[in-house]
Nanobody
Framework: QVQLVESGGGLVQAGGSLRLSCAASGRTFSSYVMGWFRQAPGKEREFVGAITWRRGSTDYADSVKGRFTISRDNAKNTVYLQMNSLKAEDTAVYFC??????????????????WGQGTQVTVSS
């Protein structure tokens, strides 16, 4: 059974930092892309960034570029989202996801086969 479990969310002041973790289990993810998405109340789920397990290549949404960093620990089967210089508009539920469609676009939710349950990040201004 595939599981993605996020942790590390919480309440932080604007300008602060948080690190989210996504622990993956249940299968081999070496050929997968791991994505981070977020969803604020009343808004659609939006792409934050992604990383490839094999090469560790990363890509980010413009809104977080330079502030957020995605990394992975292959030995722990865990992906991280380091969030610095947080802003009130970063407040959302953050989800990790895994997908490997050869023809899909990892910017979109439909690319992903598995999702975590989400973790709340609240940034106070």
């Amino acid at each position: 059974q595939v599981q993605l479990v996020e942790s590390g969310g919480g309440l932080v002041q604007a300008g602060g930092s948080l690190r989210l973790s996504c622990a993956a289990s249940g299968r081999t993810f070496s050929s997968y892309v791991m994505g981070w998405f977020r969803q604020a109340p009343g808004k659609e789920r939006e792409f934050v960034g992604a990383i490839t397990w094999r090469r560790g290549s990363t890509d980010y949404a413009d809104s977080v570029k330079g502030r957020f960093t995605i990394s992975r620990d292959n030995a722990k089967n865990t992906v991280y989202l380091q969030m610095n210089s947080l802003k009130a508009e970063d407040t959302a539920v953050y989800f990790c996801a895994a997908g490997q469609s050869p023809s899909g676009n990892y910017y979109y939710t439909g690319f992903y086969d598995y999702w975590g349950q989400g973790t709340q990040v609240t940034v106070s201004s």
